[in-house]
């Protein structure tokens, strides 16, 4: 018996087996990324860490900030799953934030998504950041 679009939904899966897989092993796997997510710039998640919940909005929010204009950010901060981040700074791809003495979040955008990596307390910023970097830098690579 035929199933129409069969094909479609293995192919959905793959592709999100594979974003899954980023977050598992490129970011939670590296050590220094606590908690993890990707999320296309339109703010649909497309991988997450387990209990990580960032919002649609919330990822828009940062998009605009890193696209054009990061100054609402001085004031509202970086707002994650609804932890508010302290932002630290902006470059013309990333924004930094620090959450206290408890660690801090990285943000990058890529081509068509947004890598949010948070670090605890025993991760060292910048060992954080290449991890997240170097993911970002992959995927641009890799035309997304």
Not at 98 to 125: H, M, N
Request: net charge positive; with cysteine.
């Amino acid at each position: 018996k035929h199933v129409p679009h069969r094909h479609l939904r293995q192919t959905h899966l793959k592709a999100t087996m594979s974003w899954q897989t980023y977050i598992d092993q490129s970011l939670l796997g590296s050590g220094a990324i606590a908690k993890a997510a990707i999320h296309g710039l339109d703010g649909s998640p497309w991988a997450t860490s387990s209990g990580f919940g960032v919002a649609a909005a919330e990822v828009t929010a940062l998009v605009a900030a890193i696209t054009s204009d990061p100054s609402p950010l001085y004031g509202a901060g970086i707002k994650l799953a609804g932890t508010k981040y302290t932002f630290l700074r902006a470059t013309d791809r990333a924004v930094y934030g620090r959450l206290g003495s408890e660690g801090g979040c990285v943000v990058v955008k890529t081509t068509q998504a947004l890598i949010i990596g948070v670090y605890g307390k025993d991760t060292q910023p910048g060992q954080a950041v290449n991890v997240v970097e170097k993911l970002a830098d992959y995927l641009i690579q890799s035309n997304y």
